[in-house]
């Protein structure tokens, strides 16, 4: 069965943190029972892999491979990785090469690596 998990970057915290649930109209329950309340730019979405290190990777991740590094985006029905410098091999498809990523950072608080 795949698991279904998700993340939120909170704009009041300056922080990522996990939701636990889905609050109505109030927005999210995170971890530790803070209430984030909708802002659907910033939800990101388990991919349903991890990377060399069993960290979970997530939609909006900055992964490295190598010494090439790209993020993670979802796209046309799938979560592939754009490359942002040194593609030095293999193509966007995820599945082919995710037991080589590492997690890095994310967009939200390691944007530096992406631009």
Known sequence: MRVIKFRAWSKA????????G???DMGFKT???YDLWYESEFVMQYI???DKNGKGIYEGDIVKESQSIGKI?????CFIIEWI???DFFDD????HVCWLKVVGNIYETPLLVE
Not at 13 to 20: G, N, Q
Not at 93 to 96: D, G, S, V
């Open 22 to 24: 889905i609050r109505g």
């Open 31 to 33: 971890t530790g029972g």
């Open 48 to 50: 349903g892999a991890n």
């Open 13 to 20: 915290k300056k922080e990522v943190v996990e939701i636990d």
């Open 85 to 87: 410098r040194n593609k």
């Open 93 to 96: 498809i995820l599945a082919h």
């Open 73 to 77: 985006i979802f796209d046309d029905g």
